[in-house]
């Protein structure tokens, strides 16, 4: 079955700083990814996600992620941190049964 | 409308009562699903429904959750019997078609769910 990982359920960075949120998958098929931020007290909404056409995705906000096969990763980064990047993240893998299937998350903290 | 709506946004109630929970998905999706967020839990999907159908219950926690869908539109979650291990954010999402690999769901702000 197909899962996530989410390495890290608190990151702190300085505004400014690269931002880096780690996600491994397990999937016994070619997996397509995504990446969710939650702001408080809103819904989640898709940042990007990996469907096999491009190894990098840009999202918005100025998030990317990479898709590593070798890896099994799918690390989410933004090169400079802003205060209203301050969200919880979750990485999710296409389930096969027309389904997401989520990471536990990673709380983001920027400090000024 | 402009986005997913669900009420109530928060909901406290007492074991063994029964609770309705509401999600009105954007016009024009057909497909709408149920996930939970909890402490500990992370995000769990529930359900799915594509049109008025639901095709596959076996995420539902167990026999006290239900869910329909009318109309197309509009659906409501129903837990029985409530214990305190349901409490947590009930989150609905709505997309085009069930396609979850290219068409992109969008969420509500959730139904937050204290049971006592």
């Known amino acids: 079955a197909q899962s996530v990982t989410q390495l890290g359920s608190h990151v702190s960075v300085s505004e400014g700083a690269l931002v880096l949120l780690r996600c491994n998958y397990s999937?016994?098929?070619?997996?397509?990814l995504f990446w969710y931020v939650q702001y408080p007290n809103q819904g989640l909404q898709l940042l990007l996600k990996?469907?096999?056409?491009?190894?990098l995705v840009k999202g918005i906000n100025g998030f990317e992620a990479e898709f590593k096969k070798s890896e099994t990763s799918f690390h989410l980064t933004k090169p400079s941190a802003h205060m209203s990047d301050a969200a919880e993240y979750f990485c999710?893998?296409?389930?096969?049964?027309?389904?997401?299937?989520f990471g536990s998350g990673t709380r983001l903290q920027v400090q000024p | 409308g402009a986005g997913v709506s669900q009420s109530p946004s928060n909901k406290v109630t007492e074991k063994g009562k029964d609770v309705e929970l509401r999600c009105d998905p954007i016009?024009?999706?057909?497909?709408l699903y149920w996930y939970r967020q909890s402490l500990g839990q992370g995000l769990e999907f529930l359900i799915y429904?594509?049109?008025?159908?639901?095709?596959?219950k076996s995420g539902l926690p167990s026999d006290r959750f239900s869910a329909e869908r009318t109309g197309g539109s509009v659906s409501t979650l129903t837990i029985q019997r409530t214990q305190q291990e349901d409490s947590a954010v009930y989150l609905c999402?709505?997309?085009?078609?069930?396609?979850?690999?290219?068409?992109?769901?969008?969420f509500g702000p959730g139904t937050r769910l204290t049971v006592l």
């Open positions: 999937s016994s098929v070619p997996p397509y």
């Open positions: 429904f594509q049109g008025n159908s639901a095709p596959d």
């Open positions: 016009s024009g999706h057909t497909a």
């Open positions: 999402a709505s997309s085009l078609v069930v396609e979850v690999r290219t068409d992109t769901q969008y």
């Open positions: 990996y469907t096999s056409a491009a190894t």
């Open positions: 999710a893998v296409d389930t096969g049964r027309r389904a997401l299937t």
